[in-house]
């Protein structure tokens, strides 16, 4: 071992640099001056002779790390300075107050110059929410949203499903819905809605908020436990409480209502200008036209839809009467379904009374025309299978293929205008720019298969389970039981309930 004293010289060097670095920058020159030799400041230093007495390589070890810590020291810092906006060639000032850095580029204000440099530029300081309109030009918003809607905007880990509190398989299918639809997944994790400023009572609005943060914004593996979820359903509807069954179509209404009441917006149901939740991810207007075969008179009516309901029921009716060889068990066609929903039917004339004035108000035969004016960004198709009755209530378990894709581009009310008008029934002109034109192609109305909620068992004992695509697969969701699905599975499967994403969100059908 190495004698104390035998690194005496290097370290000496060390120290010396150690104080007169210290002292230059902290202006304490009489002290690095009354330290002037190794002895000195052995004499005064206990921590100094224990590095000193340290073997040759630890020295030089800290040395060299001293050393590279010197340098980086040594080097120029860039102070914080400011320029007036105004005028760019003025000299910069060293700024000993709080500088603000522009999100949009890189411009860098005190606090007087920032509001002005906002101002002119239209940019932004802060994370404060803003109108999409003072960002984007008018009618750009889609190639700006389409991105951020199409994936996911947090994976913070795998699928989850849903603890059963009991008997809330049906919440729990909605849920699964809901978070996997792109446009509610960017709206409760963007801060949309705090809870913390929120005052209405029993919110589903924060109970979604809160679902949706603990399921895509955390690591963790285990199922969900929507309690909070439940505890407000329950106490904004009490025909909820309890552990009945429910029925899960009925359940997404009563949400889909309960964020639109709660969202502050006073434009009612049928306002288009809202930008509630409500209807900007789920508003669809359906054009009704009926034709009195008597004066010929028109009476068109628009209601606003949040979904379609189909009846299977009277689509098998239907089909037995067109071919007699048709069978019940034979599958339907989703297609078939919706031209079927949207062909004119005749009405009974206890069903129509004509107010014009060649019919007086009298009970008159009429045809009643269905097409859909406006597309909603999330379509939700019910598929009516059970037949209530006091007698015997029945579920109707016949096949429906439906496909990944669905273009409902057929079945609005631009494309039967530009159909009639192609037979030379419509007399009005179309619009050059009118997408609905033949010159134009009807591409607008296309979907994507986002989520599949099934009901297995009996109508007054049953069970609900669910397949949504997350990226490009799919999974099966029952309960807390998540396991990867096909697209084969996905398609075989017996659904009550589908939701479609539309593709170009500026589509209006």
């Not at 929120?198 to 895509?216: G, M, P």
């Amino acid at each position: 071992m190495e004698k104390p004293g035998s690194n005496t010289k290097t370290a000496a060097v060390v120290v010396q640099d150690m104080i007169t670095f210290k002292g230059a920058e902290y202006g304490c020159g009489t002290f690095v001056g009354s330290l002037k030799t190794v002895q000195e400041i052995d004499n005064r230093s206990e921590h100094i002779q224990q590095f000193l007495s340290r073997p040759a390589e630890v020295v030089e070890k800290l040395t060299n790390s001293y050393t590279e810590l010197q340098k980086f020291i040594a080097k120029p810092s860039q102070a914080q300075t400011t320029k007036d906006p105004k005028d760019p060639k003025k000299i910069s000032l060293l700024s000993l107050r709080p500088t603000y850095l522009c999100l949009q580029c890189s411009n860098v204000s005190s606090l007087g110059d920032r509001d002005s440099h906002s101002e002119s530029r239209a940019h932004a300081f802060d994370n404060k929410k803003r109108k999409l309109s003072s960002i984007y030009p008018q009618g750009e918003e889609d190639k700006f949203l389409l991105p951020n809607a199409n994936s996911l905007s947090c994976q913070a880990g795998a699928p989850r499903g849903m603890y059963n509190l009991g008997q809330t398989c049906y919440l729990s299918v909605i849920l699964q819905a809901l978070i996997h639809n792109p446009l509610m997944r960017n709206h409760f994790l963007s801060g949309r809605h705090e809870i913390a400023e929120c005052s209405n009572e029993n919110c589903i609005a924060c109970a979604l908020t809160s679902s949706f943060a603990d399921v895509l914004a955390t690591e963790k593996i285990d199922g969900h436990g929507p309690v909070e979820l439940l505890y407000k359903s329950w106490k904004s509807h009490p025909g909820l409480a309890g552990y009945r069954q429910q029925d899960a179509h009925e359940y997404f209404q009563f949400m889909l209502d309960q964020l639109h009441n709660t969202s502050g917006c006073t434009s009612g149901h049928t306002a288009r200008a809202c930008d509630c939740l409500y209807h900007q991810a789920f508003f669809g207007k359906l054009r009704s036209t009926v034709t009195c075969l008597q004066c010929r008179n028109i009476t068109t009516t628009e209601d606003p839809i949040i979904d379609l309901s189909l009846d299977l029921r009277q689509q098998i009716k239907r089909r037995k009467l067109e071919s007699k060889a048709a069978s019940m068990e034979a599958p339907l066609d989703l297609s078939t379904c919706l031209k079927s929903f949207t062909n004119p039917e005749k009405l009974p004339i206890g069903d129509y009374t004509c107010k014009s004035t060649a019919c007086n108000d009298t009970p008159q035969r009429a045809r009643k025309h269905l097409t859909i004016k406006k597309l909603p960004p999330t379509l939700c198709i019910q598929l009516k299978r059970y037949e209530h009755n006091r007698a015997n209530p029945q579920k109707l378990d016949t096949k429906l293929n439906f496909p990944l894709q669905l273009d409902m581009s057929p079945y609005t009310t631009r494309a039967h205008r530009a159909a009639k008008k192609k037979a030379g029934l419509d007399k009005e002109p179309l619009s050059p720019l009118n997408p609905s034109s033949p010159l134009f192609p009807r591409s607008q109305g296309w979907y994507d298969l986002s989520s599949v909620i099934v009901h297995i068992g009996k109508i007054e004992a049953g069970h609900y389970v669910c397949y949504c695509r997350r990226d490009d697969q799919w999974f099966k969701f029952d309960d807390s039981k998540v396991v990867l699905a096909t697209e084969p599975q996905v398609l075989a499967a017996d659904a009550y309930l589908l939701f479609y994403i539309i593709r170009n969100l500026g589509a209006g059908g």
